[in-house]
């Protein structure tokens, strides 16, 4: 598979530190340190028939989650929804899936104190999918229990959203071997009239 057969079915806008861009061509500096480091916290958010769900609230995490890294962005609150709106609106979807991301950034040369970097705010709207098929939303799912331990509060505040995802990742390979490979997510479908119920917008 060739680059452009790679990114050709990604769909969506993303709004790169200053600039929106087609989804397909959205990139980071390789030495940012939300790349290298994880050094990044982030809220993932959903529109769905055009509202945007409860975003007030994620809104209010997310800047919580910036302040307990330190982290500070040149914008409001009420800057980081328009721009996620934006997203949104550019993309043409009505039901999104919204990814908002706080990147400590770019070391300056010479030095890697990261209360040097300036932070980066990355943001996109893709199409919304269902991690659940339409069968397993109304029937349950069967769970296995992984022995791999999260990382520990003493380690990070659990409240602070983060991409320390390695442990969950190790812990989901063990059930996922005993399987064949398969999409991560199905093709997207409608909601079952339980999730319907419990949306609401802000």
């Not at 706080?102 to 893709?126: E, F």
Request: charged letters at 25%; proline letters at 9%; hydrophobic letters at 40%.
């Amino acid at each position: 598979m060739t680059h452009e057969e790679e990114l050709a079915p990604i769909r969506g806008v993303a709004y790169m530190d200053g600039r929106f861009v087609p989804l397909a061509e959205a990139a980071i500096p390789v030495v940012d340190r939300g790349f290298v480091r994880s050094d990044v916290t982030y809220d993932a958010l959903h529109a769905w028939k055009g509202r945007i769900f409860r975003l007030d609230d994620h809104i209010a995490r997310f800047e919580a989650s910036m302040r307990g890294l330190r982290m500070q962005l040149p914008h409001s609150g009420a800057d980081i929804a328009a721009i996620l709106k934006e997203c949104v609106r550019r993309s043409g979807f009505r039901d999104a899936f919204i990814m908002v991301i706080c990147s400590r950034g770019v070391p300056p040369p010479g030095t890697r104190d990261p209360r040097l970097c300036r932070n980066r705010l990355y943001a996109w709207a893709q199409p919304f999918m269902n991690i659940a098929e339409p069968r397993q939303q109304a029937e349950g799912f069967r769970m296995i229990l992984a022995r791999t331990q999260r990382i520990p509060s003493e380690s990070l505040d659990q409240r602070i959203k983060n991409f320390h995802w390695l442990d969950l990742t190790w812990g989901c390979s063990r059930p996922m071997s005993a399987t064949p490979p398969s999409r991560s997510c199905p093709p997207p479908t409608a909601p079952s009239p339980r999730a319907r119920a419990s949306t609401s917008s802000s």
